[in-house]
């Protein structure tokens, strides 16, 4: 049996004196100015505190596909105003023309995915749902005491959710993490291809320490590693060109084992309900898939939305 607890001294929606006029309150919203490639201008308003940015059918603002990965950017709104995080990498979005991995939007900085730009404004929303629209009439006392305690049931009726309709079962297939080894240079001279080799190598391990930290760098070295090897090959240094070679493949093994690991895990977690590690494993397996599209991307976008709205906004 549920019992409805009460609060005294709670403020969370105070039911005002007799004859006072109800103004439903105030939540945060987000306008967009968005300046498509043509030139076309379009402005919408969304009363939410968090956006998605992609080509995907699940996003809030909806890009083409030739200027957008299915998640690009999310928008979220912080305490300290508006803040954006990448979720995609090929190319990764700009601020004022400075790509970022996450920042925050200051009031008139220009935020661009692909050749789309877009102006992000923080802005207040009547919350429409609050006992329905602004009435200059009087409401009963009664009314707001059972609004009052309808509040917490409908707390309760959200988050006890359906756990299969929280977890549907994933696709069985799911993208691979690279394509075929790189075996050609593309220079034509074997100085270009030592000069380009030397810079790939530095970017493959400055990667490669980083992928502790941020596991998409890891999947990101293993093709510099192998363009590394193929100008190396190119250049005749046959010693560095094994070397490079060598961490590609051993960076794809270890990778590869943790990617396998990490759908296991999911599978098992949300078989036995346990949604903090389903919300985990799933933030792990979009960052391995950054730039990947898919039936399984957006299976595991969508389950980290829901995930989000059990266990709030914050991700691990």
């Known amino acids: 049996m549920l019992h409805v607890a009460s609060f005294p001294g709670s403020n969370i929606f105070p039911a005002p004196s007799p004859g006072r006029v109800y103004d439903p309150p105030l939540l945060n919203g987000l306008k967009f100015h968005i300046r498509q490639p043509d030139g076309r201008i379009e402005e919408m308003v969304i009363d939410s505190d968090r956006v998605l940015i992609g080509s995907g059918a699940h996003c809030e603002i909806r890009l083409p596909v030739e200027e957008s990965a299915v998640e690009h950017v999310a928008i979220q709104v912080a305490p300290e105003g508006i803040a954006a995080q990448a979720r995609a990498s090929q190319p990764y979005p700009t601020i004022n023309g400075a790509p970022f991995a996450q920042t925050q939007v200051l009031p008139g900085a220009i935020l661009g995915v692909g050749r789309v730009q877009i102006q992000v404004t923080l802005i207040e929303v009547l919350d429409g749902s609050a006992l329905g629209s602004r009435k200059k009439s009087k409401t009963s006392t009664m009314t707001y005491v059972l609004a009052l305690l309808a509040m917490p049931l409908a707390a309760y009726l959200l988050l006890a959710d359906d756990e299969e309709a929280m977890a549907p079962k994933p696709p069985s297939s799911f993208p691979e993490l ?28 400055s990667r490669r320490e980083r992928r502790p930290f941020r596991v998409q760098d890891g999947v990101a070295a293993v093709p510099l590693y192998e363009l590394a090897a193929a100008c190396f ?55 391995l898939t950054d730039g990947k599209q898919g039936e399984y991307v957006t299976w595991l976008s969508n389950l980290d939305r829901k995930l989000q709205l059990k266990f709030g906004r914050k991700g691990p």
Do not use: F
């Open 178 to 205: 690279w394509d075929a080894p790189i075996t050609s240079c593309p220079q034509q001279s074997a100085e270009q291809a030592l000069t380009l080799a030397s810079d790939k190598l530095a970017l493959a391990n």
């Open 233 to 287: 090959r190119m250049a005749e240094q046959t010693s560095l060109a094994r070397e490079a070679s060598e961490a590609a493949q051993s960076l794809r093994n270890e990778v590869g084992v943790d990617y396998r690991t990490h759908r296991v895990r999911l599978e098992h977690a949300l078989a036995v309900s346990d949604w903090a590690t389903s919300h985990k494993e799933t933030r792990v397996l979009l960052a």
